[in-house]
């Protein structure tokens, strides 16, 4: 029999940037420590007033928003409660801006709309906030702020004129950090100064979709694990929802999947691209060597193409790192994420004898336009995803929104609400291009052109 885990020991990151590594490797999230199994739901006999497919941030803040306004609500999630990227990110939670410069949203969208968009953004931190306040939920949430590293002098230029966009259209506070002094916030010498955004925020995703989780079921609401969706029949009035646990009658779907949306709704699948996303945590450190990488105890990232995200972990002294998924090995080998140490490497050479106790993956839900979106199928399915990498506040906003749109309130109203979801004649074999783009953008990052 094969050597338990725990005795094996860990590799390091120097062995893993080098490939040397089959195992001593937990190939699960570090988030998923905190989790606890809870005894399975029953699928109800009866229509609800509403099902929702997902149960990540976004399904569960929807349903906690229905049942506290008295309806009927059951989520489905076709593995275990937060399988997907609610308890696969990085924790880090920005103002929900989009991937745009604020001089490139304008040109797309006209002052009016950006601006409109920009402060909608704003909201999306400020409502997540007041949420995990009011409802008590122990998440380690913590205005920590956000450090952006410029990977060359041109970006930092760009950066400084963007943030001064972003605070004249939008209230946004920044502060740029020259070169001279980046050691302050990080101890690397790769970036050529970087930007700060001081109210950015960070939770643990875990104990966050825990206690959304906790909360839901004390409001009413069923959260039916193994029970993926198949097929939604239309059965005029109201719907009917196919799971290999049966069948459930429902008035009004939401579908919540973002990057794990599949076939049985055509619509948002021809309009969703899954990209893969990993991440990988070292093991318990001396506290003072993570405070001394990163003393300025914020979120962290760099402006490549192919970007990585940083941070300490919240309840350990732990440093997680992430990027895009690699894609020469089946993500269940270590070996699959020896891109991510050789990133770490290049921005923290003095953590090659650090040991690597996690490694995971989870997928994005990328729009082929860049925004995300909220709203309603020609079917009359409601939707909400495409949060292309910025998934906490956008997520946790958008269930609420949702939610209230099928309740036909309006403050359910949002400026993406409005805009076209876009499909793309291609999009069926938009999945697989994705490792070629990152190859190149890549290649792009190294030469600068």
């Not at 409802?135 to 952006?148: K, L």
């Not at 749109?405 to 999009?427: I, K, L, N, W, Y």
């Amino acid at each position: 029999m094969p050597e338990p885990l725990s005795a094996l020991p860990r590799p390091t990151i120097a062995e893993l940037a080098a490939g040397r590594v089959r195992s001593g490797v937990a190939m699960k999230p570090w988030w998923w420590e905190v989790f606890a199994d809870a005894a399975p739901a029953s699928l109800p006999a009866h229509p609800v007033d509403v099902a929702i497919v997902g149960s990540g941030f976004t399904g569960l803040v929807a349903a906690l928003t229905l049942a506290r306004a008295g309806r009927s609500v059951a989520v489905l999630e076709a593995g275990r409660s937060g399988f997907g990227a609610s308890t696969r990110n990085g924790g880090q939670i920005g103002s929900g801006n989009q991937k745009f410069r604020v001089k490139t949203l304008i040109a797309m969208k006209g002052q009016a709309k950006a601006e409109a968009l920009l402060r909608e953004g704003v909201a999306m931190l400020e409502h997540i906030e007041a949420l995990i306040r009011d409802e008590g939920i122990a998440c380690h949430f913590t205005r920590s702020g956000r450090f952006r590293g410029a990977m060359r002098p041109a970006h930092y230029e760009a950066m400084a004129r963007d943030m001064e966009d972003l605070y004249h259209h939008a209230g946004v506070t920044s502060f740029m950090v020259p070169r001279a002094e980046q050691h302050r916030e990080i101890a690397s010498d790769r970036f050529c100064g970087g930007s700060v955004l001081p109210d950015d925020a960070s939770l643990h995703p875990g104990l966050y979709h825990r206690g959304l989780l906790e909360r839901v079921r004390a409001a009413g609401g069923i959260v039916l694990d193994e029970a993926e969706v198949v097929a939604i029949n239309d059965e005029n009035p109201g719907f009917s929802l196919v799971t290999p646990r049966g069948k459930l009658a429902a008035r009004e779907v939401i579908v919540a999947t973002n990057g794990y949306t599949r076939h049985f709704e055509r619509y948002t699948h021809r309009r969703i691209v899954p990209v893969g996303s990993a991440l990988i945590a070292t093991g318990a450190m001396a506290p003072e060597r993570i405070t001394a990488l990163m003393p300025g105890g914020r979120m962290y990232g760099n402006t490549a193409r192919v970007f990585s995200y940083f941070r300490a972990a919240p309840d350990a002294p732990r440093l997680i790192w992430g990027g895009r998924m690699g894609h020469n090995a089946p993500q269940t080998d270590p070996r699959a994420y020896a891109h991510l140490a050789r990133d770490l490497l290049e921005t923290f050479p003095q953590m090659a004898d650090a040991p690597v106790s996690h490694a995971w993956s989870g997928r994005i839900g990328y729009t082929f336009d860049e925004f995300p979106h909220l709203g309603r199928t020609p079917a009359g399915i409601h939707y909400a995803m495409g949060y292309c990498g910025t998934g906490v506040s956008r997520a946790t906003w958008f269930g609420r929104k949702i939610a209230l749109q099928v309740m036909g309130d309006p403050e359910g109203a949002s400026e993406f609400t409005e805009m076209r979801f876009p499909s793309h004649p291609f999009a069926a074999v938009a999945p697989m291009t994705v490792p070629a783009f990152e190859a190149w953008y890549r290649l792009r990052d190294r030469f600068d052109f």
